[in-house]
């Protein structure tokens, strides 16, 4: 581990007033995990007990102890991809990258996992790599993938990536358009809503676009706080049946527009997210 490229990141999050979530990410980023002596120097520099970066470390999914290949492919096994054949298309990627879920190949190109969940049932078998999502892939596309991510993956920006697209979402109680065109975030109009935590209340708007997690908040949610949505205009609060896949908070529904809903995790920091086109 290189310690002057986690001082450098840990300079930069220090200046923008980060949380501990964005520079865990950097961090794993630059190095596929996150080393241990990072760990020390996180928890050194935020003053912060090194169990606390410890927890944050285990407690999300997305970030790993142990080393991982360059690309991270995410084959979802969860009910509505399984009925599609999804154990078909795990095994054919445990066929071509010669590894079983949890391993890296020995070139650390590929780390190859399995999930419950990546949140886009509609678009099943899905397959992730590297936040890309592949929807309905078949056998036979397995390897084009592969090969694609071999050759390099486009580095185009959020808009000209097909595998991210764009949402218009409504209340879920009174179906009023929570789209705002005078707010835009990834150059598409935000959702906005409000939000309450502790004894704080305001405004907060998401990116619009499926797969992106770009928020902007009136207020600083503390990472790890669940938060309570409603809609600005009937104010009902927007709360579902369904819990967290990943660490079991309320999930946050909202109308697609074409029909569907969209499911967005309250707790700040998990990016667990569902989608359910009709």
Wanted: with cysteine; glycine share 8%.
């Amino acid at each position: 581990m290189n310690r002057e490229v986690v001082q450098n990141i840990l300079d930069k999050h220090g200046k923008a007033g980060d949380g501990l979530i964005a520079i865990l990410e950097d961090i794993q980023a630059r190095f596929s995990y996150l080393p241990e002596e990072a760990l020390r120097m996180v928890a050194k520099a935020r003053n912060v007990p090194l169990v606390e970066v410890y927890g944050v470390a285990t407690f999300y999914k997305a970030f790993s102890l142990k080393p991982r290949g360059k690309h991270l492919v995410s084959a979802c096994l969860g009910t509505a991809c399984h009925v599609r054949g999804a154990p078909t298309i795990a095994n054919e990627l445990e066929n071509r990258l010669g590894i079983k879920p949890g391993g890296t190949t020995a070139d650390r190109e590929f780390t190859l996992e399995t999930v419950n969940c990546l949140g886009a049932c509609a678009l099943g078998p899905v397959v992730v790599v590297d936040g890309r999502y592949f929807p309905k892939v078949s056998k036979s596309k397995v390897k084009q993938i592969i090969d694609r991510v071999r050759e390099g993956l486009e580095a185009s920006d959020i808009k000209q990536d097909y595998h991210i697209f764009p949402v218009e979402v409504s209340c879920s109680r009174c179906n009023h358009a929570l789209m705002d065109p005078s707010y835009e975030i990834d150059g598409y109009p935000s959702i906005r809503v409000t939000i309450s935590f502790g004894q704080k209340h305001g405004w907060l708007r998401l990116s619009s676009m499926y797969g992106s997690y770009q928020v902007f908040s009136e207020h600083e949610i503390p990472l790890g706080t669940v938060a309570h949505f409603f809609c600005p205009h009937c104010h009902a609060e927007l709360i579902g049946a369904s819990s967290c896949p990943s660490c079991n908070a309320p999930m946050v529904p909202m109308i697609v527009r074409g029909g569907g809903v969209v499911q967005i995790c309250s707790r700040r920091g998990c990016k667990s997210h569902m989608l359910d086109l009709v």
